[in-house]
């Protein structure tokens, strides 16, 4: 059965559930024409549909990483501040960190994950996927892994208990790394 932007946008509405949204991704999966409306869906942000629909893409990208492109991938990053609701934050950081960034986007994505980290409005959830987008330009740039650690650190007095501990082992993981590569030079 062949459907609709129209028709997955109604399914989306009508009803907020795990398993209206497995269904949802399903039907994307099995009809790959329906990414592109279900991605315009979460760029119209507009409540609730744009949330519905990232939490199902989100889904989607996991059974099937290939089907987001490098397009793809800049809008989101480009949109990430112009979100209304936290959730189309969280599944695009999500989303975001399981790809490679886009060279013209990278400084971008850097300056507003490091917002995002030193916001104490911004959900626990959001901090993590932005301390692990972060981890990953320090992988590519070891200069950044000290200002990483300090910006960590600066969180830590009103974090959560489990951002502290995903914040604590990153900590240690970092100046671990920070100490080798000194030694290195």
């Known amino acids: ?5 129209k028709q997955l946008e109604k399914i989306i509405l009508s009803e907020m559930s795990k398993a209206n949204t497995l269904f949802a991704r399903d039907l994307v999966l099995a009809d790959t024409d329906l990414f592109k409306p279900l991605f315009n869906m979460i760029l119209r942000n507009a409540e609730p549909l744009s949330r519905r629909a990232i939490w199902i893409m989100d889904y989607v990208l996991e059974a099937q990483p290939n089907l987001i492109s490098k397009t793809y991938i800049i809008k989101l990053i480009d949109n990430l501040n112009n979100y209304s ?25 850097l300056n507003t994950c490091f917002d995002y980290l030193l916001d104490p409005k911004t959900s626990i959830a959001s901090k993590a996927w932005s301390m692990d987008i972060l981890y990953e330009f320090s992988e590519e740039e070891p200069d950044l892994k000290q200002e990483l650690i300090t910006a960590i650190e600066m969180n830590l007095e009103h974090a959560s208990a489990g951002i502290k501990n995903k914040a604590v082992k990153m900590i240690k993981k970092l100046k671990k790394q920070v100490f080798l590569h000194s030694i290195m030079k």
């Open 1 to 5: 059965m062949k459907i609709s932007g």
């Open 85 to 109: 609701h936290e959730a189309l934050i969280r599944h695009s950081l999500r989303i975001i960190a399981r790809y490679k960034i886009p060279e013209s986007h990278s400084a971008k994505l």
